[in-house]
């Protein structure tokens, strides 16, 4: 299953190795698994009115299965799910979707790319974590990194002086609470591995 998010009219969906989108062509009828896409197909430049590939992007334009409008469908080269999946224009007989074009693909890209950058960023803050604490002895900065295991998910616990040379590492749980009073205890016990 994957996880579901709107960013600017847009649906980010983070995949996960157990889910799969399938959308209807409606050129052809025939049911489209973004999973299935190939290394050899994913290199040649395609620009056709509902399926445009080029710069390491594929857009393709799918029937929005929740209403009665079109919807575009960002891939990335190499990634089994779609980047982006946002809401696409009608056409000028207001029946068939508007033709993608070169401005409208690297809007896109640039949009898609944007959701992805942001999704790193806010999975990078939640992975890492850091504080700064003053003692009467020194200056410290408490790291707490989050290794997301699939099977055993576990974090270091570290410790560096003002100048950023590493006084101490330790493993802990990924559910550690890194806050002032658990980081001051820490330092007071010479940084022996919480309990």
């Known amino acids: 299953m994957s996880a579901v998010h709107t960013y600017s009219g847009f649906v ?30 994913e290199t040649q430049a395609i ?15 799918i029937k929005n299965d929740d209403d009665e409008g079109w919807a575009v469908a960002m891939l990335k080269d190499g990634e089994p799910e779609p980047a982006l999946v946002g809401p696409w224009t009608m056409g ?4 068939n979707p508007k033709p993608l074009d070169t401005n409208a693909f690297s809007t896109l890209v640039k949009t898609a790319s944007e959701v992805i950058r942001r999704h790193e960023q806010q999975l990078h803050a939640q992975l890492n974590k850091s504080m700064m604490l003053s003692t009467d002895e020194a200056d410290y900065k ?31 749980t990924p559910h550690y609470k890194l806050n002032r009073q658990n980081a001051l205890k820490w330092i007071e016990n010479e940084f022996r591995r919480p309990e």
């Open 92 to 95: 000028r007989d207001k029946k």
């Open 142 to 172: 408490i790291l707490l990194n989050i290794v997301p295991d699939e099977d055993e998910p576990y974090a270091y616990l570290s410790a560096e002086d003002a100048a950023g040379n590493l006084l101490a590492k330790v493993k802990v």
């Open 47 to 61: 620009r056709e009115p509902r399926l445009w590939r080029d710069k390491g992007w594929t857009a393709r334009v």
């Open 12 to 41: 980010l969906q983070h995949p996960t190795p157990s889910n799969s989108i399938t959308a209807t062509d409606n050129n052809s009828g025939d049911a489209i698994d973004y999973v299935e896409e190939t290394a050899e197909a």
